[in-house]
T-cell receptor, first 112, second 115 residues
Framework: QKEVEQNSGPLSVPEGAIASLNCTYS??????FFWYRQYSGKSPELIMF????GDKEDGRFTAQLNKASQYVSLLIRDSQPSDSATYLC????????????FGKGTTLSVSS | GAVVSQHPSWVICKSGTSVKIECRSL??????MFWYRQFPKQSLMLMAT?????????EQGVEKDKFLINHASLTLSTLTVTSAHPEDSSFYIC???????????FGPGTRLTVL
């Protein structure tokens, strides 16, 4: 079983719509969850992190965490063409402290 | 804040040569640095975790004698790819974190091409 799973997409949404990105993880001991955005040929940039169950909002972005279901999601409201990128879900690996395990990423395409 | 730099941003080398990549935290002290490798259309694969002043911890399947990691100070870690071969061609990315915080801040990456 893969440690962090994401639907590779592509996920296509029109400009102004809500984009919903999902991620599941296998290690119940994980405590820290991150969403990174990666443009083609560039390194990842941190969008949000979440540690507690529930929702966390930051501008147009909302991260949702459900530890019981081992599920974390990212909602992007009012999607813009500049949001078109690959979104990586990352989860800390408890037995290795702070090392992060990344999913393969979901490619988002926002059309204008 | 939390800026991480890498040098060089790209490098082309001949098969059999060694290449050193530097990772620096510019405005904070990085107690831990991580080295990742990313092949086209693949996710980031953790290669090793490096703590300042101690030996790096390598992931299973990563050859420690081939990928030499040095973390001599709180702001600098280096990755040396020894005897590089074409299959080592990849995008190498470092990240850094400070003690007590789980967020990792990524460098811009180094694209290595081995001919």
């Amino acid at each position: 079983q893969k440690e962090v799973e994401q639907n590779s997409g592509p996920l296509s949404v029109p400009e102004g719509a809500i984009a919903s990105l999902n991620c599941t993880y296998s290690d119940r001991g994980s405590q820290s969850f991150f969403w990174y955005r990666q443009y083609s040929g560039k390194s990842p940039e941190l969008i949000m992190f979440i540690y507690s169950n529930g929702d966390k909002e930051d501008g147009r972005f909302t991260a949702q965490l459900n530890k019981a279901s081992q599920y974390v999601s990212l909602l992007i409201r009012d999607s813009q063409p500049s949001d078109s990128a690959t979104y990586l879900c990352a989860v800390n690996r408890p037995q290795a402290g702070t090392a992060l395990i990344f999913g393969k990423g979901t490619t988002l395409s926002v059309s204008s | 804040g939390a800026v991480v730099s890498q040098h060089p941003s790209w490098v082309i080398c001949k098969s059999g040569t060694s290449v050193k990549i530097e990772c620096r935290s510019l405005d904070f002290q990085a107690t831990t640095m991580f080295w990742y490798r990313q092949f086209p259309k693949q996710s980031l694969m953790l290669m090793a975790t490096s703590n300042e002043g101690s030996k790096a911890t390598y992931e299973q399947g990563v050859e420690k004698d081939k990928f030499l990691i040095n973390h001599a100070s709180l702001t600098l870690s280096t990755l040396t790819v020894t005897s590089a071969h074409p299959e080592d061609s990849s995008f190498y990315i470092c990240s850094a974190k400070t003690g007590g915080y789980n967020e990792q801040f990524f460098g811009p990456g180094t694209r290595l091409t081995v001919l």
